[in-house]
């Protein structure tokens, strides 16, 4: 009966390893192999999150903030990405100005498609305002109710309002701050507020709101205070980063393969309209764990068949692209080997350049003593204050620059 159940349980395992062997691939999967995927997917479907929305004030007065937004988004993200879990993240966005200017709110939803964010935000200007209160109340209520945010009860949510000047208590027709900030509340949002600049009555709302919000209030210069800092390794990285990204190779339908155009060109306005720190910001941060979903999106070919997600002969012809489609498949298959060794390679390349860029602006900002009032400091304590009720946990460090 034991020889019989043994039989058995051998025939299953077989058959089970046989089903997720990768046909088409020719790299070598065994029953070690099959079972460390089994895990990793397990693990990821169980790893940690993180979703965030930036609500910015993007009236005159804050050119210089809405600047250090642009230049060190990818640095927040990326120190958000140093959990030990390697947290998932998902980035959002609500622009406001007030009624009369050329728009009183605008959204960007939640997504893992960093590059696509930040294309959105590369479009944002400082323009409008001038005239006291803003349409903070509108900006708040569109982050807590109009943006996708997970419903799961272990996900890190959070909002960093951002701004000079007061909401408006006078617009009759507005949800007030403190209703709109219980609505976050029941949903698990966390409400912190950045005040730019030195307005008293800002402060005062502002420290009301992160108090109701159970968040922090912080204080920046106009400017935002954040480290500015360029180094001797950024356009190395900068330029590996664009290598990489033309290591991707996409598949799909063809409204899949539409919204695959729209995330290169996104990332291609990133890589010739930012700055080269910018860009060896993003470096850093797509090498990462958390980062692999912004470098490669979805239905990536090559990630997709080294892994052994999907098998190349058993693929739609309809869903290669056409500079595959030409191609034998055993041409193809050398394609996608010959990327998978050179992404691996500009990776490492990339994470060795990343340690020394760390170790280079840590030296530069100690040696300034601007770390401990700089926007990055900030908004890195409170992450990591706030995540560790979710389960993040995060070393003692400084923030990412």
Do not use: C
């Amino acid at each position: 009966m034991k020889i019989k159940l043994l039989a058995i349980s051998v025939f299953a395992f077989t058959v089970l390893s046989v089903s997720l062997y990768p046909l088409n691939s020719g790299w070598n999967v065994n029953a070690k192999n099959v079972v460390r995927n089994l895990t990793q997917n397990n693990t990821h479907a169980q790893k940690n999150k993180i979703e965030v929305v930036f609500v910015l004030d993007t009236t005159g007065s804050m050119s210089g903030l809405i600047q250090a937004a642009k230049e060190k988004i990818w640095s927040i993200a990326t120190s958000m990405a140093s959990a030990e879990s390697s947290p998932e993240i998902k980035v959002g966005l609500v622009a406001y100005r007030d009624r009369g200017d050329a728009y009183v709110t605008k959204t960007v939803g939640l997504s893992q498609d960093l590059d696509s964010v930040y294309a959105k935000l590369m479009d944002f200007k400082a323009a409008g305002g001038g005239d006291g209160p803003e349409s903070v109340n509108k900006a708040l209520y569109d982050a807590v109710n109009n943006v996708s945010w997970s419903q799961a009860k272990g996900v890190y949510k959070v909002v960093f309002l951002v701004g000079d000047a007061p909401p408006h208590m006078d617009y009759r027709d507005d949800v007030k701050y403190p209703e709109i900030i219980k609505m976050a509340h029941d949903k698990g949002i966390v409400i912190n507020a950045i005040q730019s600049g030195n307005n008293q009555s800002t402060r005062k709302q502002w420290m009301h709101m992160a108090s109701l919000g159970q968040g922090e209030y912080f204080q920046v210069g106009q400017s935002g205070n954040a480290v500015a800092i360029h180094t001797p390794y950024d356009k190395k990285m900068a330029t590996l980063s664009k290598k990489l990204d033309d290591t991707r190779i996409y598949y799909g339908t063809k409204q899949e393969r539409e919204k695959q155009s729209a995330k290169v060109k996104a990332t291609d306005k990133m890589h010739s309209e930012s700055s080269l720190a910018t860009r060896a910001r993003r470096a850093e941060f797509n090498v990462q764990k958390s980062g692999k979903y912004n470098r490669l999106g979805k239905n990536e070919l090559v990630d997709d068949v080294v892994s052994g997600r999907i098998n190349l002969n058993s693929l739609d012809k309809d869903k290669l692209p056409a500079s595959m489609l030409a191609l034998p498949t055993i041409q193809q298959l050398k394609v996608i080997k010959e990327n998978a060794k050179l992404r691996s390679e500009l990776m490492q390349e990339i994470k060795d350049l990343s340690g020394k860029r760390k170790e280079y602006l840590n030296a530069e900002v100690n040696k300034s003593g601007a770390a401990e009032e700089s926007l990055d400091e900030k908004i890195y304590k409170t992450v990591r204050q706030q995540a560790a009720k979710k389960g993040l946990e995060y070393k003692e460090g400084s923030a990412a620059y």
